[in-house]
């Protein structure tokens, strides 16, 4: 059934020019595999994996199996002093994917909720310690920490911040980004240089003085602000300063964990261990909203303290270790590494790295970055209307070519499947290049 303009304006959407889009919508109705079916009937190719979501595909058998046979056998069950089988199997198999020592999760509903989880543990854990004084908290510019009031207050994404800076979080910093057009512009995975920016923590310790100083939270590769993988040897020497000033250090992978860079977790694929880890997105395939926050065993253990009979964190959501989610993580855990999803997303990297930068010599093109299987082409603005050409990308796209990406103002960002067939990725960055060649 086709949607008339009057039954559009009900629905604020979110991170949408809501009135560009209703003037001609986008819709969706159904999907599988790699591709969406729009509501004319057309089919797309989905160049981004729903919203860095969907690395198997859309509609994967085993997990729509997994979820209609777990909503028929319990739909809901309270998680506060009760809870459900699933939930813990789904923690037992998650924590044997993260690194040594992280033995321990907790369940959100979200990547947003994922990152508010881990800085309330990450206060709560040094005032166990006797340290309740570490009540600063240091984000990154250009960082990306989902929408609530603690993930933009530690976030450094300006548009997200501005007409909430006055009701933001106190005492929060922030050190400077690794954005370095002028130094790494088309560089090929990590950029050779900027470690030395991590130095930037250093200055906030002497400032702020490091032992008031409780977390210091980062994307492994910042992904919504444009994909900006880390300077080589930068994550280390975070880890590094962090260690100096007993300082815990968050690595936000809500994007990164699960495939999204070859490895079940960033953490491993950089070679450096954080203290806590945030994830969702790939956890259920995006199946079902769902989140967990990992944390080091001495991290648990610290809470673990006095009478039994109290509750250790006074937090949690109606929802958290939803058991028909619970049921989608298993499922997706065994897709992973039944079908060895992450081996296939490692083999893919080098064609999807040289797919990008064929772009490089392209009039419009000033900068392509990737990493892993995140990638983006950035373009140069049109004179006094910033955003204006990419959103027009995204358009194009979608109407002239049958292909969904994503564009962050001037920059078109693409997220392959884990287990994309090559020659559907070429294909469909034939596609953006007729029309990035189609607009001015």
């Not at 203290?275 to 080091?296: Q, Y």
């Not at 093109?365 to 004179?383: H, K, P, T, W, Y």
């Amino acid at each position: 059934m086709s949607t008339n303009s009057s039954d559009l304006e009900a629905y604020w959407l979110p991170y949408t020019a809501n009135r560009d889009f209703k003037a001609k919508p986008r819709i969706i109705r159904a999907a599988s595999g790699h591709h969406y079916t729009a509501e004319d009937g057309s089919r797309l190719y989905d160049m981004f994996s729903g919203l860095w979501t969907s690395g198997v595909g859309h509609c994967h058998p085993k997990i729509v199996a997994a979820v209609q046979k777990q909503v028929a056998e319990l739909d809901y069950c309270m998680g506060f002093q009760v809870t459900n089988d699933k939930a813990f199997e789904l923690a037992n198999r998650a924590t044997a994917m993260a690194p040594d020592g992280i033995n321990h999760c907790f369940f959100t509903n979200s990547g947003s909720e994922s990152v508010d989880t881990a800085l309330k543990i990450a206060l709560g854990y040094h005032r166990a310690r006797g340290e309740g004084n570490r009540t600063r908290l240091i984000g990154r510019e250009k960082g990306y920490h989902g929408v609530n009031f603690g993930g933009m207050s530690v976030g450094g994404i300006v548009p997200n911040r501005k007409i909430f800076s006055a009701n933001l979080i106190p005492g929060v910093d922030h050190i400077r980004h690794t954005h370095d057009l002028e130094r790494n512009a088309f560089n090929r995975g990590q950029p050779e240089y900027g470690a030395e920016l991590a130095e930037d923590l250093q200055r906030l310790c002497a400032l702020h003085d490091g032992s008031n100083i409780a977390a210091v939270i980062v994307e492994p590769v910042a992904g919504s602000c444009g994909i900006l993988p880390p300077p080589i040897g930068y994550l280390k020497r975070l880890r590094e300063i962090c260690d100096e000033h007993g300082i815990l250090l968050i690595f936000d992978e809500v994007i990164t964990a699960f495939g999204r860079v070859g490895e079940a977790f960033g953490a491993e694929r950089f070679g450096v261990t954080p203290d806590i880890i945030t994830t969702a997105k790939g956890l259920t395939n995006g199946v079902i909203p769902m989140g967990a926050v990992f944390v080091r065993d001495s991290i648990y253990d610290a809470f673990m303290q006095g009478p039994e009979h109290m509750v250790e964190l006074f937090h949690g959501y109606t929802y958290s270790g939803h058991p028909v989610a619970a049921a989608a993580g298993l499922a997706t855990m065994d897709i992973y590494a039944e079908e060895g999803i992450f081996e296939q997303a490692r083999g893919l990297e080098q064609h999807f790295e040289d797919l990008l930068h064929s772009f490089a010599d392209h009039k419009h093109v000033i900068d392509i970055r990737n990493f892993g299987l995140m990638g983006a082409i950035e373009l140069s603005a049109r004179d006094g209307a910033a955003g204006a050409r990419g959103v027009e990308v995204h358009k194009k796209c979608f109407w002239d070519e049958n292909l969904v990406i994503r564009n962050s103002m001037d920059i078109i960002q693409f997220s392959p499947f884990l287990n994309s067939d090559p020659d559907e990725m070429q294909a469909s960055f034939e596609g953006v290049r007729r029309v990035l060649d189609s607009v001015e």
